[in-house]
T-cell receptor, first 114, second 113 residues
Framework: QQQVKQSPQSLIVQKGGISIINCAYENTAFDYFPWYQQFPGKGPALLIA?????SEKKEGRFTISFNKSAKQFSLHIMDSQPGDSATYFC?????????????FGTGTLLAVQP | KAGVTQTPRYLIKTRGQQVTLSCSPI?????VSWYQQTPGQGLQFLFEYFSETQRNKGNFPGRFSGRQFSNSRSEMNVSTLELGDSALYLC????????????FGQGTRLTVV
């Protein structure tokens, strides 16, 4: 119940295309869903996050879509650029101020071809 | 503001030894979490400290331990190292509160030989 399932494992997209990464969870107590981007040799960095009372959140070229009933959420990268090539992780946590423990998905290696 | 600082960046240890990793959080952040990252298991939560108290622990053996000091700096210790402990160990700090953003350091790459 603590798992977050992420797909695909890897993704190749042409420059200018749309990259879509999907995640699913079981634990309905999760109330915070961030996406992290990680470049080789670096720690993960927060891209965008959403809470379950919102169905979509957009920041620049990055959009999270959230489907509470299906217990799924996805990251859309519009106009993908070679600089977006990185590993992307979805995550979930149960907050309420008691903990900042993040449960991560398995990651998606994105390659944007020029 | 300086980011999360982890030292050392790289470490090579022999099986059976113990190791201590250090994490200095962003100034003002009182919550520090530790994660283990491996190609096979991905990013796994180790433990979280807040105001010098461990408030959450992941599913790791007792060989993995940590502590937090009054200045919020944190250390994690792994005793009796095993080959499978080879991983990137990441520290993240955040402000206290509800689901606040976690800022990660660059990690310590531990290799056990």
């Amino acid at each position: 119940q603590q798992q977050v399932k992420q797909s695909p494992q890897s993704l190749i997209v042409q420059k200018g295309g749309i990259s879509i990464i999907n995640c699913a969870y079981e634990n309905t107590a999760f109330d915070y869903f961030p996406w992290y981007q990680q470049f080789p040799g670096k720690g993960p960095a927060l891209l965008i996050a959403i809470r379950p009372d919102v169905s979509e959140k957009k920041e620049g070229r990055f959009t999270i879509s959230f489907n509470k009933s299906a217990k799924q959420f996805s990251l859309h990268i519009m106009d993908s650029q070679p600089g977006d090539s990185a590993t992307y992780f979805c995550a979930a946590s149960i907050g309420g101020g008691a903990t900042n423990k993040l449960i991560f998905g398995t990651g998606t290696l994105l390659a944007v071809q020029p | 503001k300086a980011g999360v600082t982890q030292t050392p960046r790289y470490l090579i240890k022999t099986r059976g030894q113990q190791v201590t990793l250090s994490c200095s959080p962003i100034s003002g952040h009182r919550s520090v979490s530790w994660y283990q990252q491996t190609p096979g298991q991905g990013l796994q939560f180790l433990f979280e400290y807040f105001s010098e108290t461990q408030r959450n622990k992941g599913n790791f053996p007792g060989r993995f331990s940590g502590r937090q000091f009054s200045n919020s700096r944190s250390e994690m210790n792994v005793s009796t190292l095993e080959l499978g402990d080879s991983a990137l160990y990441l520290c993240a700090s955040s402000e206290p509160g509800h689901n606040t953003e976690a800022f990660f350091g660059q990690g310590t790459r531990l290799t056990v030989v």
